[in-house]
């Protein structure tokens, strides 16, 4: 049996190192071998991905944010070059618009290469963050970035987007809507689940029987932490007896502990701990608006903990306000901190958010998703070259 022969092209791919990272992964350990033989080209990660040819691309860590790195492909450009010929590719996956993202893109429509592409990471929303400081470059920036995204995505011929918001989002920019797929992401249940649940460890941590409000995220100011300081002052003010506990680690975590000081934190947790962390749990708390998903939205309502979150973003989609989670205003603390009071409150509303929740993550399989993904990708590779020829032509035009 002939395998479709797939180059993935990713910046990152440590896998836990963000929710982009443990997406692909879940298809890494998916890959049916016996159908597809994979390449993997990325910046960091490990020196090997599964038991696949894997090249490793120089890197240049982002001064704005040390945690990430930028792959550098013109530095060894000869070199790949060679590789995807030699490995002649059917199928071009990229995993993000960057350079190493276009110099794929750029080699696929040379070749006349399908591409397939997961959006994951809405660097749009990003910008009011990186550029508070300087306000007058937002608009200009923002629509630089527009427009190299509509430029990069109408070259793909299939775009995976998690949500319907981000999807109009994206038809908003000029991204031709005909080549995005609604394509959700999918929960571990058997890691995710309310039987992780350990009430004798929150003591310890706790030292008191008080609700847990459980924020769980990289600590990076495009999580709109900065309402997150608003909301801890704010349930402090109002005397509300709970804990504040943060899981997760990031550039911005001294000024977390600073603005917070009477919160726990966990640093960087692994699934296992988190889990448990979720389980645990009374309230999750996710005001951020930079989300293309929200994987820890799917994750804390898989672990029976229901959700309090922001009404814009992806992850906005996950939540029926007032039916399985309550959304609130994403820049008003007061709508937060009422909506914890109503939670904590009415116990019937809290076992209602509760018992939907963990419907809905019953939904979302990744084996299901998957199928999905590699189904496509095959159908893309046996497709006879006089298409893939004016597939490229017809991607030119569009952009």
């Known amino acids: 049996m002939r395998k479709v022969r797939v180059a993935f092209f990713a910046e990152i791919l440590y896998e836990d190192k963000d929710g982009a990272s443990r997406t692909m992964y879940q298809l890494i350990r998916r890959i049916p071998s016996e159908r597809f033989e994979f390449l993997f080209i990325y910046g960091a990660g490990p020196s090997q991905i599964a038991q696949f040819e894997s090249v490793k691309v120089p890197t240049l860590t982002i001064p704005s944010n040390k945690h990430y790195t930028l792959s550098l492909p013109s530095l060894s450009k000869r070199r790949l070059i060679h590789k995807l010929r030699c490995f002649a590719p059917e199928i071009i996956h990229i995993a993000t618009p960057s350079l190493l993202g276009h110099f794929a893109a750029s080699y696929a429509q040379k070749n006349h290469i399908p591409i397939i592409s997961i959006y994951h990471t809405h660097f749009i929303s990003y910008i009011d963050y990186y550029f508070k400081r300087l306000p007058f470059l937002i608009h200009p920036v923002k629509k630089y970035i527009s427009r190299k995204k509509k430029s990069f995505y109408n070259q793909c011929d299939y ?22 797929l609604i394509w959700e992401r999918g929960i571990d249940g058997k890691l995710f689940n309310p039987n992780k649940k350990n009430e004798e460890m929150m003591q310890r941590i706790t030292g008191n029987d008080f609700p847990n409000l459980l924020f769980a995220s990289r600590l990076v100011w495009e999580k709109n932490l900065e309402l ?105 603390e007061a709508d937060f901190v009422n909506k914890i009071e109503i939670l904590l409150d009415q116990p019937s509303l809290y076992d209602q958010f509760r018992m939907l929740g963990l419907q809905k993550s019953e939904k979302l399989n990744w084996d299901h998703l998957a199928t999905t993904y590699f189904h496509d990708v095959e159908q893309l590779g046996k497709l006879p070259h006089f298409y893939k020829l004016t597939s490229s032509t017809r991607n030119d035009k569009n952009t």
């Open 159 to 180: 775009i995976y987007v998690p949500s319907t918001s981000i999807r109009k989002e994206l038809t908003a920019l000029g991204i031709h809507p005909s080549r995005m």
């Open 228 to 332: 997150l300081f608003k909301i801890y002052r704010l349930v402090k003010q109002r005397a509300i007896p709970c804990n504040f506990l943060i899981a997760g680690d990031g550039q911005a975590r001294k000024s977390c502990e600073e603005e917070m000081p009477e919160a726990i934190f966990f640093g960087q947790l692994d699934h296992s701990s988190l889990s448990t962390l979720y389980a645990s749990s009374s309230i999750f708390l996710f005001p951020s608006v930079s989300e293309t998903y929200g994987n820890v939205v799917m994750e804390a309502m898989a672990s029976g903990l229901p959700c309090i979150i922001a009404n814009e973003g992806g992850s906005s989609d996950l939540i029926q306000d007032g039916v399985n989670g309550f959304t609130c205003d994403a820049y008003d």
